[in-house]
């Protein structure tokens, strides 16, 4: 079962393949929907700074009854922080906020604050400076491992020429119609785990008549088939929900897609727009669009 299989990153530790997002799921909210991932048996919860949620992803951590150190928990560094001494700050801030002694996981969210996202600046000193918070903590043991979000090659260059401790996680956005092919395989080569979060789109595969066709050819939901392509191309994907059966479903991927239909939803890469909402991370300027309720 997905829920059991884990991959390992380049410092040999091991992280759950399957995860479960809490993006958009207010704090006091939180608490509920974690603690009903962890007894689904999710065992990676994914959060950040810029979710606002911290405070409840940790209640619902110590609601689950499950031992800390059964569950990864993953937390980003916000966009916008870009100095050694804020970013130094905030990692204390989400331990704090998470109630926890360390973090297994923590990345910078974006290269670029939100407001300026795919523009001019790579911040490239700001993001050394970020990272050497980063290292500094890890390092120190308040986290078991570090990684960045939304990095780009160069980006991840500047990091891994750079810094003392090469990124072992990029978390992008990927899907069907939308999967950065060249970043992934680049990332790969590197050693560095690519986690895909918003598997199905923001919801906007959902009616894609084709997805719905091929999904049920092997008997299982739209989304059930979006997160195992993710995990067939090598990804850890990281569906959100807050609704239990939604949970299960995701977490229900014990098939196999042919490598014909592997390769049709790879081509649906030149031939699908879903829209504005499935192709910009979600704090993105350029992404106007309200996402769909269910993530996946």
């Known amino acids: 079962m997905i829920l059991n299989e884990t991959a390992t990153l380049s410092n040999g530790v091991a992280i759950p ?20 991932a962890i007894g689904v048996g999710y065992r990676n919860i994914d959060t950040a700074q810029a979710y606002e949620n911290e405070r409840g992803v940790g209640d619902g951590l110590r609601a689950s009854g499950v ?32 109630g926890l002694d360390h973090i297994d996981l923590m990345l910078i969210h974006s290269p670029q604050p939100w407001a300026e996202f795919r523009e001019g ?5 700001g993001n050394l400076e970020a990272w050497r ?5 890890y390092q120190a043991g308040k986290l078991r491992a570090i990684g960045v979000s939304n990095f780009e090659r160069a980006d991840l260059d500047n990091l891994i020429e750079k810094g003392s401790v090469a990124p072992m996680v990029d978390q992008v956005l990927a899907h069907v119609g939308n999967t950065p092919f060249d970043l992934i395989d680049y990332a790969q080569s590197k050693g560095i785990v690519v986690q895909a979060y918003s598997p199905v789109a923001h919801g906007a595969v959902l ?54 239909d592997m390769a049709l939803l790879r081509s649906a890469q030149d031939s699908t727009d879903y829209g504005e909402a499935s192709r910009f991370p979600v704090f993105g300027k350029k992404r106007q669009v309200e996402p769909a309720a269910r993530e996946g």
């Open 207 to 260: 009616k894609d008549t084709r997805l719905v066709e091929m999904a049920g050819r092997y008997g299982v939901s739209v989304p059930q088939l979006c997160i195992r392509y993710c995990l067939q191309l090598g990804l850890l994907p990281l569906p959100k929900t807050l609704n239990p059966a939604h949970m299960r479903d995701n977490a229900t991927v014990d098939f196999t897609i042919s490598d014909e």
């Open 67 to 98: 031992a800390r150190d059964q569950i990864f928990v993953t937390t980003k560094l916000v966009a916008e922080s870009k100095s050694y001494a804020d970013a130094r700050e905030r990692i204390d801030g989400s331990l704090k906020a998470l």
């Open 17 to 36: 393949k399957l995860g479960f997002g809490t993006w958009m799921i207010p704090d006091d909210a939180a608490a509920r929907a974690v603690r009903d």
């Open 133 to 137: 918070a980063l290292e500094e903590a």
């Open 121 to 125: 600046d790579r911040y490239l000193e």
